[in-house]
């Protein structure tokens, strides 16, 4: 279900979206309480990939005990260490290629999967808790060569404020640089009560201490003294490629401008390991 709200883009008056509306915000004034607890697994439940995929030949799994949980990792290759990230209902299998590419290279990648995402445990996803999952994971390493992160991912590693990553390279595919407005008005225009979005939103807050308002990645980017490339197709339905453009304006960011790959195939290209190459001369 929440696959459907935050990745369905559709416009103008939809009878199915008004029905939407008003059964949220009626079960919000019978039952506010019982209605909170349904949004939770509605907005917060993301999609467990099934899709089989080959692992890389030397790959190792190792779960990690983090605040959220255990979180299952994937490491391939040795040499200095490039964190990998997923975004919302993705896992860390999206990455094989990009990760065989950067073994390759003489680098160890270690993917993770996100609370609720993959092998690792959590029943809600929402991005304070990527956050302190991240950052959990972070703090076991003695140190990284930089990070990768894929859409909601990226927000979460600009989000992040631990140490290792102050002075590391960011290589962020399809970023969602506008996290707060794009999550409000893809919730707003499935139809879902705002109301009882905010109440959801407000809980998670508290318990991270982590409002919504104060998220912005593209501030945190802008900020940033170390390189970063993006890498964004021009027609992703999901991501707004404005944004990657507004962030290219700075001088330590570099864009790759994609046509054709959308928010999902950009994963398996060439350019996002032409991307990976830049940020280590390769």
Known sequence: MSSKIYFKKSQGFDMRRKLINLTTRLHHRIAPEHAKRVARKVLLTPARS?????????????????????????????????????GWSGSARQFYSLMEHIAHSGYRAL?????????????????????????SILAQQESIAGVVAHSMGGAMVLESRHPLLQDKPVLLVAPVLNYTENLVSTVKLSGYSMKL?????????????????????????????????????????????????????????TLIATEGLGHGRILQSEQLKNGFDLLTDK
Request: proline share 6%; hydrophobic share 40%.
């Open 197 to 253: 979005f905010h109440g959801v939103v407000d809980d998670i807050a508290v318990q991270y201490q982590y409002p919504l308002e104060s998220i912005n990645p593209l501030e945190r980017l802008n900020g940033r003294q170390a390189k970063a490339v993006i890498v964004h197709d021009k027609y992703d339905r999901f991501a707004s490629f404005a944004y990657s453009e507004l962030a290219s304006e700075n001088q330590h960011v």
């Open 50 to 86: 099934n899709k089989a995929m080959e692992e890389p030949v030397g790959m190792v799994r190792n779960p990690i005990k983090t605040s959220e949980g255990m979180m299952m990792t994937y490491s391939l290759g040795e040499g200095p260490t490039w964190v990998l990230g997923h």
């Open 111 to 135: 993917a993770f999967d996100n609370p609720a995402h993959g092998e690792s445990e959590g029943q809600f996803g929402h991005l304070p808790g990527f956050v302190a999952a991240f950052d």
